[in-house]
């Protein structure tokens, strides 16, 4: 991380939320300023600052994140029509708290949830445009229960083998040592 890291988070915090507070999306055709000054991406920040945390809090101080989260979440509840971004920001002290007390107390992670947790980024990343050809697949059934159940579970098996098929093995030979090679002048 460069010196300056989270001096441009800040920035790119306040942007997002001053383009949120003066509803700049409604009146910007640009897709990528769109994209850029979403709320959602205030979402990413919050879990970039609980993984920041992890190493900074004690874990005796588990509970201090649970009940930061705990507000948040009475705060989403309380607010009329809140952004949907309000309560994955609430969530991310919660998760925080999890990692405190799995860390001061040594749970065992069962192996599902390890493979669960290994391959979040392939399910988060895949998942919207196979919800999308999942809706269509079910539409002529029209029961929204069976779509969502159906959407969540291929979803989730998709990204997994997405994650042990391709991602899982290309982090690793990425990660590998080069051996340089010395090629002979003739």
Known sequence: MT????HIVLIWVILVVGATAF???????NPLMNTVLHPL???????MVAAYMFGKVSPSRWWVPLILGFLGVVAFVLIPTPHRAVLGIALAPIVLCLALVEFRY????????VVLG?????VYLIHN?????IARLFKPYDIWALTF???ILISLTAGILYHLIYERPMLRRLSRPR???VRAII
């Open 118 to 122: 290994g391959a979040s980024y392939a």
């Open 3 to 6: 010196r300056y890291f989270w």
């Open 129 to 133: 445009p196979l919800q999308s050809i």
């Open 149 to 151: 159940v159906m959407c």
């Open 179 to 181: 051996r340089k090679t």
């Open 41 to 47: 991406i205030l979402e990413f920040v919050a879990g």
């Open 23 to 29: 509803d700049v999306s409604s009146t910007n055709s």
């Open 106 to 113: 040594s749970f065992g992670t069962p192996k599902f949830l």
